[in-house]
């Protein structure tokens, strides 16, 4: 009972506010009166028994303070009060206040955005069971290999293969549709814990390429094209040419960070012929490691199986086939590549917040100076130093709350700048949004700064002697001298995290810039692209397909303004062509060296015209080479360096290992950087379209009519050649060379605005170091000018300030810039961390900031009136 009468009172006394204070003053002055009525009983007069009562009784507020102690609720009190007196106080200076607060919801807000980017993309686990022990293969893998490994796995418990990320056509519909597919096996959705919303998962039979074809709808197409009903279970669907059963519909974002399909399609793994099965396609090797196992075990269970499914190819493998095959956790094969890159930012954003907690701790530094009277006062009628750096930490802290309530609205604002302003590319994009943990992390960087950076003022009150203030007015000179340093530490310490971020600014631009000048190797100027996929109803066979193209390319040909029209097994920069195995004239394979392999690509009469690739020894595809027998290739100039340098390569001869004719080279083509403008031209070899017929192809359009037009007329030649044949991916080429440098592109917007930011709230600091610099001198500046020093001389001494300040930055920044430089050097091309000419950027960078920031004090400095300033003083 005692218990709840006490947190009865400690409730009463922190929830009742005024009233509680006045209760508490009631019953101190009756006990008060009480025992002056005692002492009046017992013969005193009035006067002297309240006189004996006071001395007996004690000073009220003392009591009431006691009281307060008792209750346990002082310091609850103090601070509340503690924060009306810094409201008051600030209400004094509104404009430092609005200024503070939100340049601290700008660091607490981008902070929070950037920790909800980062914990959606690198720290949540994924949307599956016991994710930690999924793993995925760093190499793809046949279809035919899945019964092989899971026949042989020793610690592997599931086993799957996946295909994320291609398309199909969905036929019936008015206007052929093209839709995101995905491939897996029958133990994917298991394994992953996935069960259908309809219907029924892929089964083992539905593996068998003799079965009867099915499909999964998504849930994004069952509601936009079947309006949800649940009835289409059972129905037909026509995908590709073939009627599907659908199976099964499964729930919204099913496949999670994995893939993001319309439809989903069973990977054949069984039942078709050997080259269908072991090299028509590759997939992604998913598998859940049993319990007690790790990575490590798994990568080992890969490379034992290797030579295994390497004896199960139809056609000889090379010796060392899987031999470096990896076990990877599936999060860090999903996010290892953009890891690097939002760390960088991650640290562009921590820079942020240290520099807009500087750059107001510098404030509340100043607004403590101009009420070190105040505080003065408050120490002389008996404050301790104790109580008044609590107070002056209880109202910093109360600044800081401010800043990070205003900071969860920019946070909103800066999320959804970041998710548009980030490559799409990047995986686990879509998942962030500002939820529980988001409002933690809001919360932990506004209690972590306010502490930290409010300890730092209520620390120099602390140790600080007030009371000379009270005595002279010359009393501070000693104390702002000393605050001087340690705004100065501040200013500096912005200054230098605008070093780092300037420096990798520059860095980044130099990389955008060196890229922009790599020559990709072909001209896209005025080059239209598009992706053509037959299905079987256009392209039944080998002969089909070639009509079809062929009937395409005639039409286009025939379009005013079009000079060249051909077609490609892939385009360039666009994920490239795939590599093959191949054996060259001349240069055997040692047993168990790895095997020969060059990027394949399929490329018809006309395709090195319309993008402008030069053949630079030799002659093009014709014709005839389609039918004349005589298999022929063209290499690049990277497979004549690394094969015959030196030599004439016409006539040399290289085939596939799985294939016993060979192919003669019939010329050179320049190098092309299919994988990259960052990355060197792979080796490479083109063979004409009809000896080797992929069903789908990419057409490239010459022309100088404008890309939409050309557009318009190439779907309606597709059209009007098969009605049932989408056109994807139509665009200007120019859209893939611009895409190659987004990544970097929008890494350097990113950090740019943020070292824009860092870099003017440091110039920022360093006005406000030099004006307060110059306030306080002013007596001293008085006397040299009437001494006979110059306004030169005196505003050399204000900008030689602003030098050392930058100085100070610039030697402790660079060291900073360098390690971070180096750190991510994989994402800079063509320039090194310590590149001079970045370092010269910063190094003029920073003296324009100084000259900025020192002008208008250096000029007000010049203009002091001698006889004013010391009489003044």
């Given at each position: 009972?005692?218990?709840?009468?006490?947190?009865?009172?400690?409730?009463?006394?922190?929830?009742?506010?005024?009233?509680?204070?006045?209760?508490?003053?009631?019953?101190?002055?009756?006990?008060?009166?009480?025992?002056?009525?005692?002492?009046?009983?017992?013969?005193?007069?009035?006067?002297?028994?309240?006189?004996?009562?006071?001395?007996?009784?004690?000073?009220?507020?003392?009591?009431?303070?006691?009281?307060?102690?008792?209750?346990?609720?002082?310091?609850?009190?103090?601070?509340?009060?503690?924060?009306?007196?810094?409201?008051?106080?600030?209400?004094?200076?509104?404009?430092?206040?609005?200024?503070?607060?939100?340049?601290?919801?700008?660091?607490?807000?981008?902070?929070?955005?950037?920790?909800?980017?980062?914990?959606?993309?690198?720290?949540r686990p994924l949307p599956f069971p016991a994710a930690d022990r999924l793993v995925r293969a760093d190499q793809v893998v046949?279809?035919?290999?899945?019964?092989?490994?899971?026949?042989?796995?020793?610690?592997?418990?599931?086993?799957?293969?996946?295909?994320?990320?291609?398309?199909?056509?969905?036929?019936?519909?008015?206007?052929?549709?093209?839709?995101?597919?995905?491939?897996?096996?029958?133990?994917?959705?298991?394994?992953?814990?996935?069960?259908?919303?309809?219907?029924?998962?892929?089964?083992?039979?539905?593996?068998?390429?003799?079965?009867?074809?099915?499909?999964?709808?998504?849930?994004?197409?069952?509601?936009?094209?079947?309006?949800?009903?649940?009835?289409?279970?059972?129905?037909?669907?026509?995908?590709?040419?073939?009627?599907?059963?659908?199976?099964?519909?499964?729930?919204?974002?099913?496949?999670?960070?994995?893939?993001?399909?319309?439809?989903?399609?069973?990977?054949?793994?069984?039942?078709?012929?050997?080259?269908?099965?072991?090299?028509?396609?590759?997939?992604?090797?998913?598998?859940?490691?049993?319990?007690?196992?790790?990575?490590?075990?798994?990568?080992?269970?890969?490379?034992?199986?290797?030579?295994?499914?390497?004896?199960?190819?139809?056609?000889?493998?090379?010796?060392?086939?899987?031999?470096?095959?990896?076990?990877?956790?599936?999060?860090?094969?999903?996010?290892?590549?953009?890891?690097?890159?939002?760390?960088?930012?991650?640290l562009a954003v921590g820079l942020l917040l240290l520099t807009a907690c500087a750059n107001v701790a510098t404030l509340v530094?100043?607004?403590?100076?101009?009420?070190?009277?105040?505080?003065?006062?408050?120490?002389?009628?008996?404050?301790?130093?104790?109580?008044?750096?609590?107070?002056?930490?209880?109202?910093?802290?109360?600044?800081?709350?401010?800043?990070?309530?205003?900071?969860?609205?920019?946070?909103?604002?800066?999320?959804?700048?970041?998710?548009?302003?980030?490559?799409?590319?990047?995986?686990?994009?879509?998942?962030?949004?500002?939820?529980?943990?988001?409002?933690?992390?809001?919360?932990?960087?506004?209690?972590?700064?306010?502490?930290?950076?409010?300890?730092?003022?209520?620390?120099?009150?602390?140790?600080?002697?007030?009371?000379?203030?009270?005595?002279?007015?010359?009393?501070?000179?000693?104390?702002?001298?000393?605050?001087?340093?340690?705004?100065?530490?501040?200013?500096?310490?912005?200054?230098?995290?605008?070093?780092?971020?300037?420096?990798?600014?520059?860095?980044?631009?130099?990389?955008?810039?060196?890229?922009?000048?790599?020559?990709?190797?072909?001209?896209?100027?005025?080059?239209?692209?598009?992706?053509?996929?037959?299905?079987?109803?256009?392209?039944?066979?080998?002969?089909?397909?070639?009509?079809?193209?062929?009937?395409?390319?005639?039409?286009?040909?025939?379009?005013?303004?079009?000079?060249?029209?051909?077609?490609?097994?892939?385009?360039?920069?666009?994920?490239?062509?795939?590599?093959?195995?191949?054996?060259?004239?001349?240069?055997?394979?040692?047993?168990?060296?790895?095997?020969?392999?060059?990027?394949?690509?399929?490329?018809?009469?006309?395709?090195?015209?319309?993008?402008?690739?030069?053949?630079?020894?030799?002659?093009?595809?014709?014709?005839?080479?389609?039918?004349?027998?005589?298999?022929?290739?063209?290499?690049?100039?990277?497979?004549?360096?690394?094969?015959?340098?030196?030599?004439?390569?016409?006539?040399?001869?290289?085939?596939?290992?799985?294939?016993?004719?060979?192919?003669?080279?019939?010329?050179?083509?320049?190098?092309?950087?299919?994988?990259?403008?960052?990355?060197?031209?792979?080796?490479?070899?083109?063979?004409?379209?009809?000896?080797?017929?992929?069903?789908?192809?990419?057409?490239?359009?010459?022309?100088?009519?404008?890309?939409?037009?050309?557009?318009?007329?190439?779907?309606?030649?597709?059209?009007?050649?098969?009605?049932?044949?989408?056109?994807?991916?139509?665009?200007?080429?120019?859209?893939?060379?611009?895409?190659?440098?987004?990544?970097?592109?929008?890494?350097?917007?990113?950090?740019?605005?943020?070292?824009?930011?860092?870099?003017?709230?440091?110039?920022?600091?360093?006005?406000?170091?030099?004006?307060?610099?110059?306030?306080?001198?002013?007596?001293?500046?008085?006397?040299?000018?009437?001494?006979?020093?110059?306004?030169?001389?005196?505003?050399?001494?204000?900008?030689?300030?602003?030098?050392?300040?930058?100085?100070?930055?610039?030697?402790?920044?660079?060291?900073?810039?360098?390690?971070?430089?180096?750190?991510?050097?994989?994402?800079?091309?063509?320039?090194?961390?310590?590149?001079?000419?970045?370092?010269?950027?910063?190094?003029?960078?920073?003296?324009?900031?100084?000259?900025?920031?020192?002008?208008?004090?250096?000029?007000?400095?010049?203009?002091?009136?001698?006889?004013?300033?010391?009489?003044?003083?």
């Amino acid at each position: 009972m005692r218990l709840l009468t006490r947190l009865r009172y400690r409730l009463r006394a922190l929830l009742g506010g005024a009233r509680a204070e006045q209760d508490l003053a009631d019953e101190i002055a009756f006990h008060l009166e009480a025992q002056v009525a005692a002492y009046v009983e017992q013969g005193l007069d009035s006067a002297e028994a309240r006189t004996r009562a006071r001395r007996e009784f004690g000073s009220p507020d003392v009591v009431a303070e006691q009281c307060r102690d008792a209750r346990g609720v002082r310091l609850w009190g103090d601070a509340l009060r503690d924060v009306r007196a810094g409201w008051r106080a600030a209400l004094r200076a509104p404009g430092t206040m609005v200024a503070a607060v939100l340049t601290l919801a700008l660091g607490i807000g981008s902070a929070t955005a950037m920790f909800t980017v980062i914990d959606a993309v690198l720290l949540r686990p994924l949307p599956f069971p016991a994710a930690d022990r999924l793993v995925r293969a760093d190499q793809v893998v046949a279809p035919g290999a899945l019964d092989v490994i899971a026949a042989n796995t020793t610690v592997l418990a599931e086993v799957g293969i996946l295909q994320p990320e291609i398309e199909v056509n969905l036929g019936a519909i008015a206007e052929p549709q093209r839709l995101r597919a995905s491939r897996i096996s029958a133990g994917v959705l298991p394994m992953l814990g996935i069960a259908p919303r309809l219907g029924r998962s892929f089964t083992p039979d539905d593996m068998d390429g003799r079965s009867a074809p099915v499909v999964l709808l998504a849930h994004g197409l069952w509601q936009r094209r079947f309006a949800g009903r649940d009835d289409i279970v059972g129905q037909s669907v026509r995908i590709d040419g073939t009627t599907r059963e659908v199976v099964g519909v499964l729930p919204a974002g099913a496949l999670g960070p994995l893939a993001d399909p319309d439809v989903v399609l069973p990977a054949t793994t069984r039942g078709l012929p050997p080259p269908e099965l072991w090299g028509s396609s590759y997939y992604q090797f998913l598998a859940r490691v049993r319990d007690g196992g790790g990575v490590q075990a798994a990568t080992g269970d890969l490379r034992r199986m290797a030579p295994i499914i390497r004896d199960s190819y139809p056609w000889r493998m090379p010796d060392v086939f899987g031999a470096e095959i990896a076990a990877l956790p599936l999060l860090e094969s999903l996010v290892g590549d953009v890891r690097q890159r939002l760390l960088l930012l991650g640290l562009a954003v921590g820079l942020l917040l240290l520099t807009a907690c500087a750059n107001v701790a510098t404030l509340v530094l100043a607004r403590a100076v101009v009420r070190e009277r105040e505080f003065a006062l408050r120490a002389a009628i008996g404050a301790s130093s104790r109580r008044l750096a609590r107070q002056l930490l209880t109202e910093t802290l109360a600044l800081w709350m401010c800043g990070g309530l205003l900071g969860w609205g920019v946070a909103h604002v800066a999320l959804t700048a970041l998710q548009a302003w980030l490559p799409p590319d990047m995986p686990r994009l879509a998942a962030p949004s500002l939820d529980v943990r988001a409002w933690l992390g809001c919360l932990g960087f506004t209690l972590l700064t306010g502490l930290v950076f409010g300890l730092l003022p209520a620390w120099r009150i602390a140790r600080i002697d007030l009371l000379p203030f009270l005595k002279t007015n010359d009393g501070g000179v000693a104390t702002t001298a000393g605050r001087q340093v340690v705004v100065k530490a501040l200013v500096v310490a912005q200054l230098a995290s605008a070093v780092v971020l300037v420096s990798g600014s520059v860095l980044l631009s130099r990389s955008l810039w060196n890229l922009a000048r790599v020559s990709p190797g072909f001209d896209a100027g005025d080059v239209v692209s598009a992706l053509l996929t037959p299905d079987r109803a256009a392209c039944a066979d080998d002969a089909a397909c070639a009509t079809f193209y062929a009937n395409v390319r005639d039409r286009l040909a025939g379009l005013p303004q079009v000079s060249a029209v051909g077609f490609a097994s892939a385009a360039p920069l666009d994920a490239g062509p795939l590599a093959f195995a191949i054996d060259i004239e001349g240069h055997p394979v040692a047993p168990g060296a790895p095997a020969h392999t060059a990027s394949r690509l399929v490329t018809t009469p006309g395709y090195l015209d319309a993008v402008d690739q030069p053949v630079l020894r030799g002659r093009d595809f014709v014709e005839a080479d389609a039918s004349s027998g005589d298999l022929v290739v063209l290499v690049n100039e990277a497979f004549v360096r690394r094969y015959w340098p030196g030599q004439d390569p016409i006539g040399k001869r290289i085939r596939y290992v799985w294939q016993p004719t060979w192919r003669r080279v019939v010329g050179v083509v320049g190098d092309v950087r299919h994988a990259g403008l960052a990355a060197d031209a792979p080796l490479a070899f083109h063979v004409p379209y009809g000896q080797d017929v992929p069903r789908d192809l990419t057409v490239f359009v010459e022309s100088s009519a404008p890309w939409l037009q050309v557009g318009r007329e190439l779907r309606q030649v597709v059209r009007a050649t098969h009605p049932d044949v989408p056109v994807s991916k139509l665009g200007p080429l120019r859209g893939l060379v611009d895409a190659s440098l987004a990544g970097t592109s929008a890494l350097l917007s990113l950090l740019s605005a943020f070292g824009g930011v860092v870099l003017l709230l440091g110039a920022i600091g360093t006005y406000g170091v030099l004006a307060s610099s110059v306030s306080t001198r002013r007596r001293e500046i008085g006397i040299r000018l009437a001494l006979g020093a110059s306004p030169r001389s005196v505003r050399q001494l204000v900008l030689r300030d602003a030098f050392r300040l930058c100085a100070a930055a610039f030697a402790l920044g660079l060291p900073a810039a360098w390690w971070t430089a180096r750190q991510a050097e994989h994402l800079l091309f063509g320039t090194s961390g310590r590149d001079l000419t970045a370092q010269l950027a910063v190094l003029v960078v920073m003296t324009a900031v100084a000259l900025l920031a020192a002008g208008l004090p250096a000029l007000r400095a010049a203009r002091v009136d001698p006889l004013r300033a010391v009489r003044d003083a």
